[in-house]
């Protein structure tokens, strides 16, 4: 297969309800690549949820490989539940109710994920402004630290002081640790960067939250519309996918959850979609398979969007043109939203 058809047949797989594009993924051909893919892209416990009991009769070196992942990713997902309520305890003690945000929201929505198919790098709370430091000592006080990555060592500390100064041009506070956890947490301000923030005001992605409780701990879930429009900012805009011509499938997985769950629970009804929205859901469509009764938004072309990416796919130094340009750009929109950024990222360049 070329890359643009293993890329493709992975795509389907991971959206699930394929039973086609799940039967030729495993035959002995494709299921080294789609695995090699989908290591690329950190997705092997995803990929080995969706091919479920069909792994038995696949290549072994790969069925070892997606099921160790799994394996490895179903521990750390409970833990990062664990760790999730226990800092929302913590805040609670402190009289905040934090909301959550991104993948740690995913964990806790309905209908719930199969254990094991999202792989979370960290754990990112939502503060309103008066929450936000009164949070960071309760954690403080159960023994989590600030970590200062822009070091070429990194390093830890509890200055608040400094904690100030370093998230003063940025819409969360330095990530945060504990030993033995699993997870890194992030306290954030604001769902979205600053050059985002008046697409998707404060107030408004937290209208309509909902108030669970579990194992002593209370938090709030956003609305399932608010995360797919942060969602869509964040991954796709945010972190260069746009630019770079590329999908981020991670990205468009959870968005489908987002419809899921919003279908099952209902939608809100001040809500409008804009373009950048459903361009992206139309890639989601044509990729992962959304069908008409999920649909947020009017069907699109998006024939040029796939047509630039099945280029990007086929020719590694267009990538890497792409990827570099992307930066450029990504880092100017940056400091002309945020100026304040620029003596940090000098400094960090100059070491």
């Given at each position: 297969m070329t890359t643009w058809e293993t890329f493709r047949l992975l795509c389907r797989c991971l959206g699930g309800g394929d039973d086609a594009a799940l039967e030729a993924a495993c035959s002995v051909d494709a299921l080294p690549q789609l695995t090699e893919l989908a290591g690329s892209r950190d997705l092997l416990p995803a990929l080995a949820v969706r091919l479920g009991s069909r792994l038995s009769s696949g290549d072994p070196a790969s069925v070892t490989a997606l099921q160790s992942a799994l394996q490895d990713n179903t521990r750390r997902q409970l833990h990062l539940q664990a760790q999730a309520l226990k800092a929302a305890r913590a805040m609670n003690a402190a009289g905040v109710e934090p909301v959550l945000l991104k993948g740690t929201a995913l964990m806790f929505v309905q209908p719930a994920p199969p254990p094991g198919l999202r792989k979370q790098v960290d754990i990112d709370l939502l503060l309103e402004p008066a929450a936000l430091w009164p949070s960071a000592q309760a954690l403080l006080a159960q023994g989590y630290q600030f970590c200062d990555y822009h070091r070429k060592t990194p390093e830890?500390?509890?200055?608040?002081?400094?904690?100030?100064?370093?998230?003063?041009?940025?819409?969360?506070?330095?990530?945060?640790?504990?030993?033995?956890?699993?997870?890194?947490?992030?306290?954030?301000?604001?769902?979205?960067?600053?050059?985002?923030?008046?697409?998707?005001?404060?107030?408004?992605?937290?209208?309509?939250?909902?108030?669970?409780?579990?194992?002593?701990?209370?938090?709030?879930?956003?609305?399932?519309?608010?995360?797919?429009?942060?969602?869509?900012?964040?991954?796709?805009?945010?972190?260069?996918?746009?630019?770079?011509?590329?999908?981020?499938?991670?990205?468009?997985?959870?968005?489908?959850?987002?419809?899921?769950?919003?279908?099952?629970?209902?939608?809100?009804?001040?809500?409008?979609?804009?373009?950048?929205?459903?361009?992206?859901?139309?890639?989601?469509?044509?990729?992962?398979?959304?069908?008409?009764?999920?649909?947020?938004?009017?069907?699109?072309?998006?024939g040029p969007d796939l047509a630039a990416l099945r280029r990007r796919l086929a020719s590694p130094s267009l990538a890497r043109a792409l990827d570099m340009q992307a930066r450029w750009r990504h880092l100017g929109a940056a400091l002309l939203f945020n100026a304040g950024k620029l003596p940090r990222y000098l400094r960090g360049q100059l070491r």
């Open positions: 830890l500390f509890t200055d608040l002081d400094r904690a100030r100064q370093l998230s003063a041009h940025h819409h969360h506070l330095p990530p945060m640790l504990r030993a033995g956890q699993h997870a890194t947490l992030e306290l954030h301000s604001h769902p979205l960067p600053r050059r985002y923030q008046r697409q998707l005001p404060l107030a408004a992605f937290l209208e309509n939250t909902q108030r669970l409780e579990q194992h002593g701990a209370a938090f709030h879930l956003p609305a399932a519309a608010r995360q797919r429009q942060a969602l869509v900012y964040a991954a796709y805009l945010h972190d260069g996918y746009a630019a770079r011509r590329d999908f981020p499938i991670r990205a468009g997985m959870d968005y489908k959850a987002l419809l899921e769950a919003e279908q099952a629970g209902g939608g809100i009804t001040n809500f409008s979609v804009d373009k950048t929205l459903c361009q992206f859901e139309q890639l989601v469509d044509e990729l992962l398979g959304l069908g008409p009764a999920l649909r947020s938004c009017p069907s699109s072309d998006a």
